[in-house]
């Protein structure tokens, strides 16, 4: 692979890397190419990885990330090590993992129609000081009567964003699977909403009609990135067909030992000071 796009965050020490890098490519006769570039390497955390795949993810072309972050998942080389971006580039010391996009569609109150996609996760919750009310339909039929804060759906990668934190579970990265988790169910005497997370096949795909939409108002956020500032009445939501995300890892990727150390064993001060 010779023609390359570089992604990088404004932090010093990610632009840092990115002059380096630049330098580096260009000795090795590769060309900085925005306009039909093979690859996109990423210059930063997660956050950064996750910027880059909105931004380019119709490309469809893999995404390598450079950390200088802390402890991306979805990182792979160190900037300590530049030089190991050419057994990516030349030799193909790599393998690419394949990852779902969750894809929504949405209608408003005023009949507008709005669509878009999520690498980590799909955040749906009230904006008004009540509870969100909605009816959930699974693959069609009638599931469930939702009351309660909102609700999160998560791709394997998302799930230890948001989900995670909200009492999602953890679902391994290479799973065909994406995950729905409530937010605060409002449980009481003449409802039941989900109450916790559920882990759905691929070809499930779900419908939320949310009532009292224009007393009620919803929210709903791709990866942090809010849809529309209209009243949202109806929502539709399954893994995408159309897109997939293509990320190269180096064959010592352990998905496990990555979680305990990020997850598990973070560094965290147990005693506040």
Known sequence: MNRVLIHANRKT????????????????????????????????????????????????????????????????????????????????????????????????????????????????????????????????????????????????????????WAGGAVVHSDLPVFQMTPLTPNDNSVNRPISSSMILPEDTYVDISVLKSHSRRVILACDGVKLSDECIEDIHIKLADDLKIHVIRSDSFDYFDLFKRKIIDKNIRRILE
């Open 13 to 164: 020490d990610s632009l840092k890397v990115k002059t380096e890098l630049t330098r580096l490519l260009k000795s090795h006769g590769k060309v900085i190419d925005r306009e039909s570039p093979e690859v996109i390497i990423v210059i930063g955390g997660d956050g950064t990885m996750l910027s880059a795949i909105r931004k380019y993810k119709h490309l469809e072309i893999p995404f390598v990330g450079i950390d200088t972050g802390t402890l991306g998942f979805l990182t792979t080389i160190m900037p300590t090590h530049l030089e190991t971006i050419f057994e990516v580039l030349d030799r193909k010391d790599y393998r690419i993992v394949t990852y779902p996009l969750l894809m929504v569609e949405t209608k408003t109150l005023s009949g507008g129609i709005y669509k878009d996609y999520a690498f980590n996760e799909i955040v749906i919750k009230h904006v008004e000081a009540k509870l969100m009310e909605a009816k959930v339909y699974v693959n069609g039929k009638p599931f469930n009567y939702f009351t309660g804060d909102g609700l999160i759906f998560s791709t394997p990668i998302g799930a230890t964003g948001y989900a995670i």
